[in-house]
Structures are given as structure tokens and as C-alpha cells.
């Protein structure tokens, strides 16, 4: 039984805030959102336009992060949690991958960002940046929390998550503020459902005939 559902709750909660206020200041202004306009451009100029190498680096990390990778992955974790009988993580895996994904799919069209390359009214948040949040935080948190190598899963997802968002602007499909809520979202989704399963088992072991 997780021992810190409280705190991973905490954390969600927390992650999800972040989320919701560049959520607000997006919607008050799509084209030009206060507080972030200016950031969103200076980044666009700082990475516009990319060496040929971190332009092939960024599209093949826009290939990994599609559906057509992303799903078979989730869903051989699922599996793997399956034959292991470990229901608790099986239902906290699920979990997030829904609430991030029914999120995400929420956002797009409400605040129908219009992406930077003016491709598509779709930039916010990213779903790149979501779902390779939530893959790689929900990852390490199935790593036993005394794992000496723990350290090293969290360093290895954070990585992943920085080259992941920092890809889909470097493709000038994002602005800066979209992968970072993308990534704020993605994690507070993968945090929050392994709290709320421990939550709910907590309860039923309190509630139980000699809990």
C-alpha cells in the first residue's frame, strides 16, 4: 500500500494549479496571452531556426511521441502490470492515461490556440508534452521507492520530458507556454491517480474488519 497518498495528491493539486493559470491566461488572450506573450517570443527566436541536426533530432522525437509508439507502450506497461498482479498500479496506470488524454482532448478545441506555424488551432496544450509527461513520470513512480537506481529513472524521465517539449518548438509547432502546460498536465495526471488509488486503498484498509 502506498504510505504518501496525501502527499502525491498534494503534488497533483499543485501541478494541475500551474496547469489551470496558463490555461486562464491563454484563453484571456490567444494571440498575444499577458504575462506569456513575450516569453513565447523569445523562445520562438531563440530556437528559430534550428541546426539541421536538432531539427532531424526533433522529428524523430515527434515520431516516437505519437500514437502509433505511445499507445503500444502504454498498453504493454498495462499488460506488464497485469501478469504481474500489481492491480493497485494496473488501475493508477490506466488512470492517468485517461485523465491526461481526456484532458488534453478537452483543452484543444476549447482554447483553440493557433500554433505558431499557423498550421492548426490546436497548439494548446501540447499532446507531445502530455503524454510523454505522463508515460515517464507514471514510469518511475512503478520503480520501488528504495531502488537505488530511482535517482537515475527520475533524471532519465526528466531528460526525456525537456527533449520532448523543447522538440515540438524547435519544429515551431508549439509555443513554449504549450509544452510547458503539456508537461505540468501530463504529470499531474501520472502523480495524482497513483494518489487517488492509494487513497482509496488506504480507505479500505482503514474501513475493514481489523484495519
Given at each position: 500500500?502506498?504510505?504518501?497518498?496525501r502527499?502525491?495528491l498534494?503534488?497533483a493539486?499543485a501541478?494541475l494549479?500551474?496547469?489551470?493559470?496558463?490555461?486562464?491566461?491563454v484563453?484571456?488572450?490567444?494571440?498575444a496571452?499577458?504575462l506569456l506573450?513575450?516569453?513565447?517570443?523569445?523562445?520562438r527566436?531563440?530556437?528559430?531556426?534550428?541546426?539541421?541536426?536538432l531539427?532531424?533530432?526533433?522529428r524523430?522525437?515527434?515520431?516516437l511521441?505519437?500514437?502509433?509508439?505511445?499507445v503500444?507502450?502504454?498498453?504493454?506497461?498495462?499488460?506488464?502490470l497485469?501478469?504481474?498482479?500489481?492491480?493497485?498500479?494496473?488501475?493508477?496506470?490506466?488512470l492517468?492515461?485517461?485523465?491526461?488524454d481526456?484532458l488534453?482532448?478537452?483543452?484543444?478545441?476549447?482554447?483553440?490556440?493557433?500554433?505558431?506555424?499557423?498550421?492548426h488551432?490546436?497548439s494548446?496544450?501540447?499532446?507531445?508534452?502530455?503524454?510523454?509527461?505522463?508515460?515517464?513520470?507514471g514510469?518511475?513512480?512503478?520503480?520501488?521507492a528504495?531502488?537505488?537506481?530511482?535517482?537515475?529513472?527520475?533524471?532519465?524521465?526528466?531528460?526525456?520530458?525537456?527533449?520532448m517539449?523543447?522538440?515540438?518548438?524547435?519544429?515551431?509547432?508549439?509555443?513554449?507556454?504549450?509544452?510547458?502546460?503539456?508537461?505540468?498536465?501530463g504529470?499531474?495526471?501520472?502523480?495524482?491517480?497513483?494518489?487517488?488509488?492509494?487513497?482509496?486503498?488506504r480507505?479500505?484498509?482503514?474501513?475493514?474488519?481489523g484495519?
Amino acid at each position: 500500500m502506498r504510505a504518501r497518498p496525501r502527499r502525491e495528491l498534494a503534488i497533483a493539486a499543485a501541478l494541475l494549479l500551474a496547469t489551470a493559470v496558463l490555461t486562464v491566461l491563454v484563453a484571456l488572450d490567444r494571440s498575444a496571452p499577458p504575462l506569456l506573450d513575450g516569453l513565447d517570443r523569445w523562445w520562438r527566436g531563440l530556437v528559430l531556426p534550428p541546426p539541421a541536426w536538432l531539427e532531424a533530432a526533433s522529428r524523430a522525437l515527434r515520431t516516437l511521441g505519437t500514437g502509433a509508439v505511445m499507445v503500444p507502450l502504454r498498453i504493454a506497461v498495462a499488460l506488464w502490470l497485469l501478469v504481474k498482479h500489481r492491480r493497485a498500479d494496473l488501475a493508477a496506470w490506466l488512470l492517468a492515461w485517461a485523465a491526461a488524454d481526456l484532458l488534453t482532448f478537452g483543452l484543444k478545441p476549447t482554447v483553440a490556440r493557433m500554433r505558431p506555424d499557423l498550421s492548426h488551432a490546436s497548439s494548446f496544450p501540447s499532446g507531445h508534452a502530455k503524454t510523454a509527461a505522463q508515460v515517464a513520470v507514471g514510469l518511475v513512480l512503478l520503480v520501488p521507492a528504495r531502488a537505488r537506481w530511482r535517482p537515475v529513472a527520475w533524471a532519465l524521465a526528466l531528460a526525456w520530458i525537456v527533449a520532448m517539449a523543447v522538440s515540438r518548438t524547435v519544429l515551431d509547432e508549439h509555443w513554449l507556454s504549450d509544452v510547458v502546460a503539456g508537461s505540468l498536465l501530463g504529470a499531474a495526471c501520472a502523480v495524482g491517480a497513483l494518489g487517488a488509488v492509494g487513497a482509496v486503498r488506504r480507505a479500505r484498509h482503514e474501513s475493514s474488519p481489523g484495519g
